[in-house]
T-cell receptor, first 111, second 114 residues
Framework: GQSLEQPSEVTAVEGAIVQINCTYQTSGFYGLSWYQQHDGGAPTFLSYNALDGLEETGRFSSFLSRSDSYGYLLLQELQMKDSASYFCAVRLMDSSYKLIFGSGTRLLVRP | DAGVTQSPTHLIKTRGQQVTLRCSPKSGHDTVSWYQQALGQGPQFIFQYYEEEERQRGNFPDRFSGHQFPNYSSELNVNALLLGDSALYLC?????????????FGAGSRLTVL
């Protein structure tokens, strides 16, 4: 089967850098996506890695290594508003219309 | 430009009842997917609609059905509700031509089954 593993919870201090890892055991997929979800809110798209390497979007960066079955989301200059759940997701090549999500990482940013 | 809108935001039903949830996709989007999100879990794919047809389905029983209308809006119906159906139901829209890599989600409908 396909699965994506993420740490359940991460805590960091405002202004710091935090990395949220996503390891996966899955067959071929198109790319790795990241979504942010605040409590009671809608998941919102953050980034997408189609190829191996680093993608940077402002304070957020995402990395993918297919050979290591591993990706991560890097958040820099943490702000209190970054406290949320973060999900990695993949779209499989053999069932290409759905996203498979990890169980999510709850990030708590402390003052 | 309105994003994805879902209704109702919250509802309570009892076991055995039926429920209909509604979704209006983001303007310009033509594809609608439905996801179920249990507390503390990631969203689970229910099905996707495109051109008013269900074109892929996840591991959900036939009690879950849907519909897409000519204006691209969509409904999710769940019959014979079970306690385990209590969850947040998310609608996500996308533009077919751009692929399915970026989804725009609504805030969801929170269903509680008693």
């Amino acid at each position: 089967g396909q699965s994506l593993e993420q740490p359940s919870e991460v805590t960091a201090v405002e202004g710091a850098i935090v990395q949220i890892n996503c390891t996966y055991q899955t067959s071929g997929f198109y790319g790795l996506s990241w979504y942010q979800q605040h409590d009671g809110g809608a998941p919102t798209f953050l980034s997408y890695n189609a190829l191996d390497g680093l993608e940077e979007t402002g304070r957020f960066s995402s990395f993918l290594s297919r050979s290591d079955s591993y990706g991560y989301l890097l958040l820099q200059e943490l702000q209190m508003k970054d406290s949320a759940s973060y999900f990695c997701a993949v779209r499989l090549m053999d069932s290409s219309y759905k996203l498979i999500f990890g169980s999510g990482t709850r990030l708590l940013v402390r003052p | 430009d309105a994003g994805v809108t879902q209704s109702p935001t919250h509802l309570i039903k009892t076991r055995g009842q039926q429920v209909t949830l509604r979704c209006s996709p983001k303007s310009g989007h033509d594809t609608v997917s439905w996801y179920q999100q249990a507390l503390g879990q990631g969203p689970q794919f229910i099905f996707q609609y495109y051109e008013e047809e269900e074109r892929q389905r996840g591991n959900f029983p036939d009690r879950f059905s849907g519909h897409q209308f000519p204006n691209y809006s969509s409904e999710l119906n769940v019959n014979a509700l079970l306690l385990g159906d209590s969850a947040l139901y998310l609608c996500a829209s996308s533009l077919e031509i751009s692929g399915a890599n970026v989804l725009t989600f609504g805030a969801g409908s929170r269903l509680t089954v008693l």
